[in-house]
Structures are given as C-alpha cells and as structure tokens.
C-alpha cells in the first residue's frame, strides 16, 4: 500500500503545502523527507514515511522549521544516523530537540549531554495541529483501523478488509447506513458512518480549488 499526497496528509496532520515543502531537495539544508516510494509525479508515500511526518508534524507544534533541519544534520551528518526516519524517536522540549532513548536522550540541535526525559508522547497516538485534531494513526475513527500487514496499510472497516472509501462511495451514493451490509455484511451501520466521517476528514486535505473556481463562487 501508498498512499498519495492527500491520504499521507490527512493521516500525518501535514498540510499538502508542507508535504511539498518538506521534500523540496533544493532546500539549503536538504529535504526533511523524500518520500520512500516516489518523490516525482505521481508523489506516492510508504507507512513508514506517514509515521515519520507525524513526528515533523508534532515537532512543528514546539519548533520551527530551521531547528528540525538542524537536528536532522547532527542525527544524519554527525551521529551518522541514516536509518529512516520513522526509526527514531524525536521530542522537541525547552527549545531544542531530542533523540530519544527508553532513559535518556541526545540534544541534536545545541549538542550538550545526554539528559533524561521522564515523559515520551507517541507519536501514533492522536494530538492537536493549528486546532484540528489530527486522529490516531493506527485508529483514525473509532471503527476505522490502519495496519500496515491488513491490504498494506490502507485505512479499513474494523476487523475486515474492506476500504474505508468503498463504503464512503456507497453512502455517497445514496445506500442508507443500514443497508451497506447488503455489499458487505462484516460492515455495521455505525461502521459506515464511521467510514463516511472518515472520508469527509480527508477531503479536507483537498488542495485549493483553482483561481477561476474561487472567483466564480465569489459572484
């Protein structure tokens, strides 16, 4: 399973603009994240790569940009650190960043000694960006789940393997909630709307509609 721009943000809390910004190799200090799958037309992410923004996205709540990008040169230039970046454990706290260890961690932005940090944040675990709520990574809805070893990691019905967007598109369609199990009967009624809700979140990870659209519905 990949997972096209929008999917990738909606899953990670990046804004389309930042995923475009973050793998921009003409950048100073380098991209943030190459996309492991296909950084050209059509940009395609991997699991590893969603996990992986999720922890930019956190780090942007505590830091700016620059000092991520500080601390992925002494993590990749200094401590010779090149595994990808979902391997890590990055915590940004009192102006700096972390690689974090179980019992202590390194600064990679001021590069002092190791200190000891007594609480770690998940990064799969739901958290806030700019006011949205960005959900859980591994259940963004309550009967919606994301498994990398269940159709690759595509979001899916709870205890099935059915898309989430199948079930969307038939709500979408006019198919009642309670009658999805008539297509799939391992799909609740709760589960469809769950589904539906679901979908709606990552529409509005929709790019900008063009010019000429905005200024039609203007008037």
């Not at 998940?122 to 591994?138: A, E, M, N």
């Not at 259940?139 to 709870?158: F, K, L, M, W, Y």
């Amino acid at each position: 399973m990949v997972y096209d721009p929008k999917l990738a943000a909606a899953l990670s809390g990046a804004t389309l603009r930042q995923l475009s910004h973050w793998r921009n190799t003409g950048a100073r200090r380098g991209a943030v994240l190459i996309p492991e799958v296909s950084s050209r037309r059509p940009v395609l992410y991997s699991f590893r790569d969603v996990v992986a923004l999720r922890t930019c996205v956190k780090l942007r709540n505590d830091a700016s940009l620059q000092k991520i990008r500080r601390a992925l040169d002494t993590l990749r230039d200094d401590l010779k650190e090149r595994e990808h970046l979902s391997s890590y454990k990055l915590v940004a706290d009192a102006g700096t960043i972390y690689l974090a260890a179980s019992d202590q961690a390194v600064d990679l932005v001021r590069r002092k000694a190791n200190v000891v940090i007594h609480q770690m944040v998940d990064v799969l675990q739901p958290f806030y960006r700019d006011g949205r709520h960005i959900p859980s990574l591994l259940q963004p809805r309550p009967h919606v789940t994301v498994d990398p070893a269940v159709r690759g990691g595509v979001p899916v019905i709870e205890g099935t393997r059915v898309p989430y967007d199948e079930v969307a598109a038939l709500l979408r369609d006019g198919v009642p909630a309670e009658r999805i199990s008539d297509y799939y009967p391992s799909v609740t009624a709760t589960a469809a709307l769950d589904a539906a809700d679901f979908a709606e979140y990552v529409d509005s990870y929709d790019p900008d509609p063009p010019r000429e659209s905005r200024e039609a519905a203007a008037g």
